[in-house]
């Protein structure tokens, strides 16, 4: 039997991530019945060789992709969260996908936004009886209208949006027509499983929990390279260095750099020392004009994309600060905490499931400035013992929890699950 894997992106974000770590889960240990294979708007993945889509097909998506955005325009209540549509979807994806196809396969859907597929196709694809649907929720859009996130404090998704405008209203109904009793849904966070269980939408779906599973042999504690951190950076011996990493950098508002920014500008101006705190980013191309007036050292180290640079990179920093206003999971907290760096996060979302407050980093109240600065300034107090101690406990969780051997055997068995017969070929 087939296992496809779809996902918008094989490279960029937590959930591609999560989708090319899902493909590489049975690397070892195989099943001699189960044939494997990451599709994305980009191409195939398959035996760690990626079939590149054409270049025809990947422009025709991005129009298409583009010509949708602009219609989300006319539905934007929130600036902070993304919107999409998915009224088309991509030629490339549907082609592999053979949605009509009477094979006997394996659909594990992860992020497909972007018009990766549309909410007409995925019609389609649930109806087939032939096709066992593993549906993960990276966010909250498939049980929203177009938004990706519901707002804090909302309860629209729970009662179904009786006030939407023309769009989103559209968009919801579109989904009230999905047959989501065909598929098994996963969420990656024990928030997420709340939220979904309450949705107008999925409550009487059929959920389990699946994190996303963590490297923890690459996304681990280098000693050389912490020891000589500061030589590597060209900073000054004993600097005290926060990190801060997001694929879209500093300009996807619901990662919060505007919070960190608040944030960073208090605790500067408390500081007897403001040169000896480093603020290190990742994720974007150029740094960001917000933090030049801050009055610290910014290093930015850019779009990184191989996994052993990355964990380099967490190795680097003193706590890696993710001040997200909603994760689903928390990619960054994961990997950061499997190099042995504590995280500094709020309490809310899935982060939760990955920080345990002063044990293996830092929860902030949603979403205080105040709160966040005292959590900085209380871990910039510790000994480098205490630090230290937070970054052990870090590791030790993220194997326990998170790491591949455990996330296989769960996979393995929910596969078994949507396939309804641990023999079925």
């Avoid at 980009?42 to 998506?61: C, D, M, P, R």
């Amino acid at each position: 039997m087939k296992l496809k894997i779809v996902s918008y992106s094989i490279l960029k974000g937590g959930a591609a991530k999560a989708a090319r770590n899902f493909l590489y889960l049975f690397e070892k240990d195989l099943p001699s019945n189960l044939e494997v294979e990451l599709i994305s708007v980009f191409g195939t993945e398959k035996n760690k060789k990626i079939n590149k889509a054409s270049q025809l097909s990947v422009g025709y998506h991005y129009f298409k992709m583009l010509l949708s955005r602009f219609f989300t325009i006319f539905d934007r209540k929130n600036h902070v969260v993304k919107y999409s549509l998915n009224i088309f979807s991509s030629n490339y994806v549907i082609k592999k996908l053979e949605l009509k196809s009477e094979r006997k396969e394996i659909i594990h859907l992860n992020w497909i936004n972007n018009d990766t597929i549309s909410l007409f196709d995925l019609n389609k694809l649930f109806k087939n009886p032939n096709k066992k649907i593993l549906l993960t929720l990276h966010d909250e859009w498939f049980y929203c209208a177009s938004e990706h996130y519901a707002e804090y404090n909302s309860d629209s998704f729970m009662v179904g949006y009786p006030d939407e405008g023309c769009i989103g209203s559209t968009i919801f109904k579109l989904k009230k027509n999905l047959d989501f009793n065909k598929v098994v849904i996963s969420v990656p966070s024990e928030w997420l499983l709340e939220r979904a269980r309450k949705s107008y939408l999925l409550k009487h779906s059929d959920i389990h929990i699946l994190p996303n599973p963590i490297d923890t042999d690459v996304f681990n504690y280098h000693r050389d390279v912490r020891s000589n951190r500061y030589s590597i950076l060209n900073v000054s011996e004993g600097s005290f260095i926060i990190g801060f990493g997001a694929v879209s950098g500093s300009s996807n508002p619901i990662k919060g750099f505007d919070l960190l920014v608040n944030s960073l500008r208090n605790v500067l101006t408390c500081s007897n020392n403001r040169s000896n705190i480093i603020l290190l980013t990742f994720g974007a191309k150029d740094i960001d004009k917000r933090v030049e007036s801050l009055g610290c050292k910014v290093i930015n180290m850019g779009f990184i994309s191989s996994v052993k640079d990355m964990a380099q990179v967490y190795n680097y920093i003193d706590v890696m600060i993710v001040p997200s206003r909603a994760e689903s999971f928390g990619q960054v907290a994961a990997e950061s905490l499997s190099c042995q760096t504590p995280v500094i996060a709020f309490e809310y979302s899935g982060l939760k499931d990955i920080i345990t407050h002063q044990r293996n980093g830092l929860l902030a109240e949603p979403f205080s400035i105040d709160s966040l600065t005292s959590n900085v300034e209380y871990f910039m107090s510790l000994s480098n013992e205490e630090r230290e101690e937070y970054g052990v406990n870090g590791r030790r969780d993220i194997i326990n929890k998170f790491s591949k051997d455990v996330i296989a055997k769960k996979y393995s068995e929910l596969l078994d699950y949507v396939k309804g017969a641990k023999n079925e070929q």
